[in-house]
């Protein structure tokens, strides 16, 4: 029995396609023999809202011009329909929580909005120049690699133990999809062992999971193909 996937964006994601639809997912689900699927969608803030941290976070959160606020209704409405389209597969409803521990309340307002059973966090940002800024390619051409690697599983450590609005740690090392091979060599595990370490038993202490990825060449509907290994 292959595993599901349970980090799949679709259209109701504001960095997916408008043709990637969770209909196409499942078709491509029930293709490759997948029992189900999680869409968990970004859900991503470009201010502070009540009940944020914002008073202990950086001032500001830098630019974010593509992020828009979830669609909860529209999400909840293609699910049900999909749930009716496919009744063999698993479909959880889920969002993909962006800093939730510096969040708190917006991400709260948005799960009060509606019915999510898979909730993962992630850490996309990190403070730079007093803002909050994407981890990818241009900040990271900014920076020390290695030193913004340890400050990212730094801050890592205050999303676990600062949030448990989720489930599942999304992709515990983001900042790897960006290395800058060219200057700062291969990117090696054991050069932040113990920062992965500190990480990891921060989570297992609170009993939830991390998500393993899964490498397959086809992702489902765009999006990468990834699996949770135990946890609930
Ligand atoms: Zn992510």
Redesign the pocket.
């Known amino acids: 029995m292959k595993p599901p996937d349970n980090h799949v964006h679709t259209r109701w994601s504001w960095d997916t396609a408008s043709s990637s639809t969770m209909e196409l997912a499942c078709e491509r689900a029930r293709d490759l023999g997948l029992p189900g699927l999680a869409f968990t969608e970004?859900v991503d803030f470009t201010a502070w809202g009540d009940g944020d941290g914002g008073a202990t976070a950086p001032a500001d959160v830098g630019a974010r011009p593509r992020v828009t606020p979830m669609n909860v209704q529209g999400y909840l409405a293609d699910l049900a329909r999909c749930r009716e389209l496919y009744p063999e597969l698993r479909l959880l409803s889920g969002i993909?929580a962006?800093e939730p521990h510096l969040f708190a309340g917006s991400v709260a307002a948005v799960l009060a909005a509606g019915e999510f059973e898979r909730v993962?966090g992630?850490l996309?940002a990190v403070e730079h120049r007093g803002g909050l800024e994407y981890v990818d390619s241009s900040l990271l051409a900014d920076v020390d690699p290695h030193d913004l690697m340890r400050r990212y599983l730094t801050d890592m450590v205050e999303l676990v133990a600062g949030s448990s609005v989720f489930d599942v740690l999304?992709?515990c090392d983001?900042p790897r999809r960006y290395w800058p091979t060219d200057r700062a060599g291969e990117y090696s595990e054991a050069d932040f062992e113990e920062e992965y370490r500190t990480v990891f038993r921060e989570l297992a202490s609170s009993g939830r999971a991390l998500e393993i990825k899964h490498q397959e060449p086809a992702g489902i509907g765009g999006a990468d193909a990834l699996v949770v290994a135990g946890g609930r």
Request: hydrophobic share 20%.
């Open positions: 970004h993909e962006g993962l992630s996309h999304a992709h983001y």
